[in-house]
């Protein structure tokens, strides 16, 4: 069965400052990958996702991911982090095939320090 | 255009109690899930639908049964709540593109 691990539960940032967020999955073979976007007390909205094809994928917001097979992660980048970025992110993957049930990472809290 | 809808969105019950949380889609989408989140523990797969009239479990399925009698409406039931599922429901759709769309959440406390 797959899994996904993002070792980081809290980071806080300065607005302005790069942001980097780490992901890495377990499956045997490529799955797709999402990472999710939860501000308080809102349900979770889609950033971004990785089927195949180029290994850097744009999302919405300003948001960036890069796919590293090798080391088996997908980790979310953004150059300039805004305030209003502060939220719960959830990176997520799905295997090829299964009625798109997806497996979610415990999440990792952005706080931005103005 | 309402998107993913969930009522009610905060619920208090007393253990034994039972209820029923509705999920409402109006973008025609063929899956539809329910969640469950934790704090620490990300969102875990209660049921899940791949059409009307069918359902599946998830990965946390007891204690809880769903229906999908029409393909709109998704139906999370607690036949005797515990308050080991005091938590937060998330709804969610898709249409076979494996993008999910959530609903804004319930709030659902066992005492």
């Known amino acids: 069965a797959q899994s996904v691990t993002q070792p980081d539960i809290h980071i806080t940032v300065s607005e302005g400052a790069s942001l980097e967020l780490r992901c890495n999955y377990s499956?045997?073979?490529?799955?797709?990958l999402f990472w999710y976007v939860q501000s308080p007390g809102q349900g979770l909205q889609l950033l971004l996702k990785?089927?195949?094809?180029?290994?850097l994928v744009q999302g919405i917001k300003g948001f960036e991911a890069e796919f590293k097979r090798s080391q088996s992660s997908f980790n979310l980048r953004k150059p300039s982090v805004h305030w209003s970025d502060a939220a719960e992110y959830f990176c997520a993957v799905g295997v090829p095939g299964t009625a798109s049930k997806l497996t979610f990472g415990t999440g990792t809290r952005l706080q931005v320090t103005l | 255009n309402a998107g993913v809808t969930q009522t009610p969105k905060f619920r208090v019950l007393k253990t034994g109690q039972s209820m029923t949380l509705l999920c409402a889609q109006d973008m025609n989408h063929e899956y539809m899930y329910w969640y469950r989140q934790d704090p620490g523990m990300g969102l875990r797969l209660i049921h899940y639908s791949v059409g009307e009239g069918t359902t599946a479990k998830g990965e946390v399925p007891d204690g809880y049964n769903v229906s999908r009698l029409k393909k709109q409406n998704f139906l999370l039931g607690l036949e005797s709540a515990a308050p080991s599922q005091t938590s937060v429901y998330f709804c969610?759709?898709?249409?076979?593109?494996?993008?999910?769309?959530f609903g804004p959440g319930t709030r659902l406390t066992v005492t």
């Open positions: 969610a759709s898709e249409a076979r593109t494996y993008e999910q769309y």
């Open positions: 990785y089927f195949s094809g180029d290994t």
């Open positions: 499956y045997g073979a490529t799955p797709y």
